[in-house]
């Protein structure tokens, strides 16, 4: 992204109550009614068939009248219709077929929050969840119809507490097509295949379904506690931020688990400082910590968009992020959220949602720049990755500027003649490139210049305990300080694996020489599968297999891996993130391709849901320790600095913890004719990896 002004977002100079502001949520999106809603209509299949369309429809109207959606829904009404006089005659023919199937029941309008959808119909067959997603009328299917249904399945298997285990079969009916003619497929996934279908084979795929899967071993479903179980998702942060960005709060969409109380407590502490800092009219900054994924930007976004910091004129807050990428991907994904709901024309709907999420260089040349005299109208400013802002080297080589992000921000908001706010989000063993200042210059910074602010700060970040690969704020507390210690203002949960918890403690282990360590940590991984090979292409199969639905996947590798270009990855080619992250499937410039790596620059911030990590020959295992290495012109040189040793292991620190489900680390094999690629520089890690306890997929 470019920091020239003439590349200045939409908006800036303006005071921000002239911003555009999110707008209330669409009806049909997201629910105020909270995590979880009941369908619109169950039955058991012999009372459903007793029941008229009129009776039926009604019933799903006021279903959604009570979950707090529009009733004015002629065009939703017709489809019910439709629906419902497609399914008496098959649930007529299947009781008469299998009179016990009367005690099964039928769920029609089941909502999927994660996915602001609900499922057409769901049949719950004694041990047998059978979702079933019609497409009236149409009389072929598409690949997007088939993840459609797919994701269904899948959300019910991840996060519907009462599905867990269970076996769900998906199918699609186009009640326009020709009966197909196949056979079931199986998978060994409690998620089976989906089952293409249309109106007069339904019945049939229905029990052929039934007759394969079943088992009269199992518990039967009871419909009553299937209907009202928890739905506890993990968000991704772009379903987060369109969640926000409608005017909601990501808690009607958040997982209730350990991980995400310990997110609501840390949002409730952080509102309390905001609150303090208006009571007393003081200056506060809170340093928000957190493991990689435990959710440190989802915090912010929901702090920052919380009715407390709202007003009549707009908001008292500010999100700032100087990670391009990240600015990027999350507001053209707003951006075309807006698009679809409203239906504007795409450039009007990014200029809508410019100020957002918004770059913190804007920021930075807006109040120190061209006003320079002038305090922000935000009291408070959310900085994202605040341990990456930069010193003041690299601002002066950048901009002229002989000062520190840091400086520059506790300066612009000290301008305030009553309260401010900083709340600075800092992520362990995340700082990746040279210049950035890190978590020591905003403590040198307050302690010299600016003591009279009050820092709210972890009792993990005062004791040193944080991270073993981030730095400390202060190499020594000043007595003159005012410090506050929260237990909450520390994240130590990751969110982002929601299959299992103990990733980034895994990776931490591997990247700090701590092998035995890790072999333990992977018992603990068993349903975040970890695998590795030295065959990119068996690589690239394992990632196709492995994504269903509207899951997404992609190749990453360390900027430093020059040499992967050998096997077709540059990692120097331009990369457009916002296609590669947003894009579906069919083109060819999103990450589904596993054409072009991202590398940790464009992916830190963000995640996929399966993952490609391609080892490039940077960071290499020699006598039991870690090399460090950079390609210069024709050959690799030693690294020696500390400073940029620990910047390439926490490259690797970010390429490994970006899956939400899982991960496959690409390792070559090398060519003996090629003197930057020979097998030693990658056998050792390959062995060094497998005793961590990664298996391999060859």
Known sequence: MSDSKSNRKPGAGLPRAAHPRPTPCHPDLVSSAGVHMPAYYRDQLNAFLDRDVDTICGRLIQGASDAGFATHVHDQTDAWTKQIELLHPIVSELLRDRPDAARWSILLEFPIPR???????????????????????????????????????????????????????????????????????????????VIDTNGTRLITDLLSAYDRWHDSLRDRIRADAWDNSPYEPTPTILEAAQVLYAGQSVRE??????????????????????????????????????????????AGLNIVHDPALQNDNGGLGVFLSGNGPLVTVLSEALARDHKRRTGAKIDDARRHVSTFVQNVHAFVREYVDDQPDLA????????????????????????????????????????????????ALIGGGQEIHDGEAGLPEWGRTIAERYPHWRVHISSELARGRFDQSAQPLFEKTPADLDIVE????HLAVALRSFRADQVAAWVDAVLSDRPADARQLMSQLHAFPIRMTRDLSRAKRWLRTQTRGHRR??????????????????????????????DPPPDVRSSYYLELPATEFAVQGLELDWVGVCWGGDLRRHRDAWTFNQFRGSKWQSVADDMKQRYLLNKYRVLMTRAREGFVIYIPTGDPADHTRPASHYQSTATYLQSCGVVSID
């Not at 269904?152 to 998906?170: C, E, M, T, W």
């Not at 994924?293 to 989802?298: C, S």
């Not at 929260?486 to 203002?489: E, I, Q, V």
């Open 115 to 193: 996915r602001s959808k609900r499922i057409d119909a769901v049949i719950l067959a004694d041990d047998l969840v059978l979702v079933i997603e019609f497409k009236i009328g149409k009389t072929s299917l598409t690949e997007a119809d088939r993840r459609q249904a797919e994701d269904y399945a899948l959300d019910l298997r991840d996060f519907h507490k009462a599905s867990a285990g269970r076996i769900v079969v998906p199918l699609l009916a186009a009640t326009g097509s020709a009966p197909p003619e196949r056979q079931l497929a199986d998978i060994d996934d409690v998620v089976k295949p």
């Open 253 to 298: 969409i958040s997982r209730s688990h350990a991980g995400a109380d310990n997110l609501n407590r840390t949002t409730q502490a952080v509102l309390n400082a905001i609150r303090e800092a208006q009571r007393e009219q003081r200056k506060i900054i809170c340093f928000l910590t957190g493991v990689p994924g435990a959710g440190k930007t989802l």
């Open 376 to 423: 922000p109208p935000d009291k408070v400013v959310l900085f994202d990755e605040a341990q990456r802002a930069w010193n003041s080297a690299r601002e002066k080589r950048k901009f002229g500027r002989d000062e520190s992000e840091p400086s520059m921000m506790l300066r612009v908001m000290d301008r305030h003649a009553d309260w401010a706010v900083i709340v």
């Open 486 to 489: 929260d237990p909450d203002l």
């Open 553 to 582: 996947c992609g190749l990453v590798a360390s900027s430093g891996g020059r040499r992967l270009r050998a096997d077709g990855l540059d990692v120097k080619a331009e990369l457009n993130v916002a296609n590669w992250f947003l």
